[in-house]
């Protein structure tokens, strides 16, 4: 099946040692290297006209427009999750994570508005809770839910999604 919107939040790699007692946390799935993330055929679910909405945590936004383009996508904006406590981090703490849009073709957008009505009113912006390790909020599928068409996939999906495909170790199918 080709899907007109595809949602993925790939287990990217992190440099630092996790078993380090310097590291907080830890990485609680098995990771990607950024080669094995490009490898994925994201072209072979994608139709002709499709957006993807791609996850990306600070420290891994270079290599996700890296992605997109060996995907066959155009980047065309961003939205940030600003998270509602403070995160782990390296140099910085990190309180954000980043949602790409790009598209392959000429994907249509149905713009309906926050309150149901048509219109523009959805931002770049969305503050939010954590939801527990790497769950993204609601409102993140609310947005993606207005502006995009079925059929959809999600890829590394945490959990089921009414209306949604989904594959990922979570959900019990794998890639």
Same mark, same amino acid.
């Given at each position: 099946? *080709? %899907?007109?919107?595809? !949602?993925?939040?790939?287990?990217?790699? %992190? /440099?630092?040692?996790?078993?380090?007692?310097?590291?907080?946390?830890? !990485? *609680?799935?098995? !990771?990607?290297? &950024?080669?094995?993330?490009?490898?994925? @055929?994201?072209?072979?679910?994608?139709?002709?006209? =499709?957006?993807?909405?791609?996850?990306a945590?600070?420290?891994?936004?270079? $290599?996700a427009?890296? =992605?997109?383009?060996?995907?066959?996508?155009?980047?065309?904006?961003?939205?940030?999750? !600003?998270?509602t *406590?403070?995160?782990?981090?390296?140099?910085? /703490?990190? *309180?954000? $994570?980043?949602?790409?849009?790009? &598209?392959?073709?000429?994907? /249509?957008?149905?713009?309906?508005? &926050?309150?149901?009505?048509?219109? %523009? @009113?959805?931002?770049?912006?969305? %503050?939010?809770?954590?939801?527990?390790?790497?769950?993204?909020?609601? =409102?993140?599928? @609310?947005?993606?839910?207005?502006?995009? $068409?079925?059929?959809?996939?999600?890829?590394?999906?945490?959990?089921?999604?009414?209306?949604?495909?989904?594959?990922?170790?979570? &959900?019990?199918?794998?890639?």
């Open positions: 099946m *080709k %899907y007109r919107t595809i !949602v993925i939040d790939p287990p990217w790699p %992190y /440099r630092q040692k996790l078993e380090s007692p310097k590291t907080r946390g830890g !990485v *609680k799935y098995p !990771v990607m290297t &950024v080669e094995q993330i490009k490898a994925l @055929d994201i072209a072979g679910w994608a139709d002709n006209d =499709c957006q993807l909405w791609l996850w945590t600070n420290s891994h936004l270079h $290599e427009f890296h =992605c997109l383009e060996a995907w066959g996508f155009r980047h065309i904006t961003m939205a940030t999750w !600003v998270k *406590k403070m995160g782990l981090g390296y140099w910085l /703490r990190g *309180k954000t $994570e980043h949602l790409l849009l790009g &598209v392959k073709g000429n994907p /249509r957008s149905k713009f309906i508005g &926050v309150h149901g009505e048509s219109g %523009y @009113d959805w931002s770049t912006f969305m %503050y939010a809770p954590p939801q527990g390790h790497s769950k993204k909020p609601g =409102c993140s599928y @609310d947005m993606i839910e207005a502006l995009s $068409e079925p059929p959809r996939l999600e890829i590394f999906a945490r959990q089921h999604r009414l209306g949604w495909d989904v594959i990922g170790d979570e &959900v019990g199918i794998k890639i």
